[in-house]
Structures are given as structure tokens and as C-alpha cells.
């Protein structure tokens, strides 16, 4: 089993970065990959980007390419999201996610991939 605890939310203004941590405990070695997600109100959860925990392999929506940067530190079990040029629309609770086994290898961007959420970090941005 995995936990995943994310922190580094926040209040920020129109233009500015944040970078969102998860840490990971348990077995994350048996993980491969880990993912973030985002919910605005009122909105369906959706994929931001996926990572390997080596690092070698990065997966991004298309829409979230460019101003989001998804990293993993192995050493620390920590997966990194790096959001530059923060919008208004960028307000959400963002998630980290674990795969399930099936797909411990994959770089997937369903939400029904993932069996392992933390408890996700606010993120506002004023305008």
C-alpha cells in the first residue's frame, strides 16, 4: 500500500509559480509511476501530468504543456509539480495519484488508471 500527503498549495496572484510536492510511503517501489490531477468546482478531475520515478519518462495533457513542469526525487519519494505563469483558470485541488498494479508502468491519463489519491492542496489564483 501507498500513502501520498501533497502540500505546497496556496493563495497566489495572476502571473505567479508554485511548486506542488506529494510525498510518498509504503511500498512506492512497487508504483513505477505517479501522476497529478486537478478538480475545479464544478468540474470533472483532470490529468495534468505523469512521471516515472526514475524520471526518465513524462507524460502531459496537452493542454498543461509549457507552463507545467511535473519531476520526481527517488531519493526523497517526492513527485514535484512546478506550475509557472499561474491563471485564474489554474484554480483547483490538485492530486497526486499512484497507478494501480495493471498499470504500474504505464503513463496513463484517466483517473480510472489510479487506485492511490492523497487528500490534494488548494491552489487560488487571484487575478
Known amino acids: 500500500q501507498v500513502q501520498l500527503v501533497e502540500s505546497g498549495g496556496g493563495l497566489v496572484q495572476a502571473g505567479g509559480s508554485l511548486r506542488l510536492s506529494c510525498a510518498a510511503s509504503g511500498r512506492t517501489f512497487s508504483t513505477y509511476t505517479m501522476a497529478w490531477f486537478r478538480q475545479a468546482p464544478g468540474k470533472e478531475r483532470e490529468f495534468v501530468a505523469a512521471?516515472?520515478?526514475?524520471?526518465?519518462?513524462?507524460y502531459y495533457a496537452d493542454s498543461m504543456k509549457g507552463r507545467f513542469t511535473i519531476s520526481s526525487d527517488n531519493a526523497k519519494n517526492t513527485v514535484y509539480l512546478q506550475i509557472n505563469a499561474l491563471k485564474p483558470e489554474d484554480t483547483a485541488v490538485y492530486y497526486c495519484a499512484a497507478p494501480q498494479h495493471y498499470y504500474r508502468y504505464s503513463l496513463k491519463d484517466t483517473k480510472d488508471a489510479y487506485d492511490t489519491w492523497g487528500q490534494g492542496t488548494q491552489v487560488t489564483v487571484s487575478s
Open positions: 512521471i516515472t520515478w526514475s524520471g526518465e519518462r513524462t
